[in-house]
């Protein structure tokens, strides 16, 4: 009988001790969840305060599509993606995107219009990273940064993003992520819509100086003059085909009547030079209806000629003259002169030998 108590005494004991090595388990389980947790939670938030990141740029384009240029500085932790938080003014537009960056490293990054069509228009943006290796389940950070949107590559950027101040000069990014720095345009936010940029304006009475008629290739690196519509200018033409654009315009101030002239191709595209080592001329597609560069039923040669190099100030007229350098009937000894053009209030304009002699001439493009 006591034999059998005993057993049993045992058998408690070995249960009581089986029971109390689950229970540590179980006990030990949650601690060891909880401890994990914390680590990875404190590994989270030291990575987050030492990430660090830097928009360089954000670039609208004209058809609306957003160019965003973001650093990683220096800072340990592990990213797995950036959130960008676009804003309107008024709305905000939450875009992820996956990408691994390291420290120091630029990346570029296309937002597309129409991820963003619900926003009217573009005037900050801010980024946050996601935390972790895991795309999926990584924490997102703190907002590192935020930029206004004040870089555009075109007056019609600038229009189309509601920061136009009217009529004048501007501050652009032609080529945006690439090597050109920002330049200072004259934009027309009024006429026919706005958002034309001005890229040239010859003068009655200009002196026919050298430095507009030098060979094609150095009038595309060389500016000449400061971007105005009442004085000799012209931007250097590399920007002529690097600013997008759709359609050209020639806008004038007319000598006999005083009246303002507005004449566009809408669909018109400068697209490049003809050779990238010694280019001699620009390489295009579309119709140029108006001649704002003459017309293109002649050759390309011709049309060249009559727009850039030794030919610029023309003896001889294809529809527009730059600057015609022979007397008038006004007596101006270089004066614009367009075959093509329609004043803007429908004023019937005075032509000699079938060109309106002009005070101005004004080059366009949107």
């Not at 249960?15 to 090595?21: P, R, T």
């Not at 993606?81 to 120091?104: A, M, Q, Y």
Request: with cysteine; hydrophobic share 35%.
């Amino acid at each position: 009988m006591n034999n059998k108590r005993g057993l049993s005494a045992i058998v408690v004991n070995l249960i009581l001790v089986l029971l109390g090595m689950v229970a540590i388990g179980v006990v030990w389980a949650v601690v060891n969840n909880l401890l994990q947790s914390g680590t990875e939670q404190t590994t989270t938030g030291f990575e987050q305060l030492s990430l660090n990141f830097e928009l360089q740029k954000v670039l609208v384009e004209p058809d609306g599509d957003l160019q965003i240029v973001v650093k990683r500085n220096v800072g340990a932790g592990t990213i797995s993606g950036l959130k960008f938080i676009i804003s309107d003014g008024t709305n905000s537009k939450l875009i992820s995107k996956e990408v691994t960056l390291d420290e120091l490293e630029s990346q570029s990054f296309i937002i597309n219009s129409s991820e963003i069509s619900d926003l009217s228009f573009v005037k900050e943006v801010s980024i946050a990273p996601i935390v972790g290796s895991d795309y999926a389940k990584g924490t997102t950070g703190n907002v590192l940064n935020t930029i206004s949107s004040d870089y555009y590559s075109s007056c019609l950027t600038i229009l189309n993003s509601d920061n136009s101040n009217g009529d004048g000069l501007y501050t652009i990014d032609p080529d945006g992520v690439g090597s050109e720095s920002f330049i200072q345009v004259y934009c027309d936010m009024t006429t026919d819509g706005g958002g034309w940029t001005l890229v040239q304006s010859t003068i009655k009475g200009q002196p026919a100086n050298s430095e507009w008629t030098t060979p094609f290739s150095t009038q595309l690196n060389y500016t000449i003059g400061s971007p105005s519509i009442t004085v000799p200018y012209r931007l250097a033409m590399k920007y002529w085909y690097l600013i997008k654009h759709t359609s050209w315009a020639k806008m004038a101030l007319t000598t006999a009547e005083q009246k303002k002239t507005f004449d566009k191709s809408s669909n018109f595209i400068l697209l490049g030079v003809d050779n990238s080592t010694s280019p001699t001329k620009f390489t295009f597609t579309g119709s140029d209806n108006v001649a704002v560069f003459n017309y293109l039923t002649i050759a390309s040669s011709i049309w060249n000629s009559c727009t850039n190099g030794v030919n610029y100030f023309n003896t001889g007229c294809c529809g527009t003259c730059i600057l015609y350098n022979q007397p008038t009937l006004y007596h101006a000894n270089n004066q614009p002169m367009v075959n093509v053009v329609t004043a803007i209030d429908g004023t019937t304009l005075q032509r000699w030998n079938n060109f309106v002699p002009l005070d101005r001439l004004n080059i366009f493009l949107r």
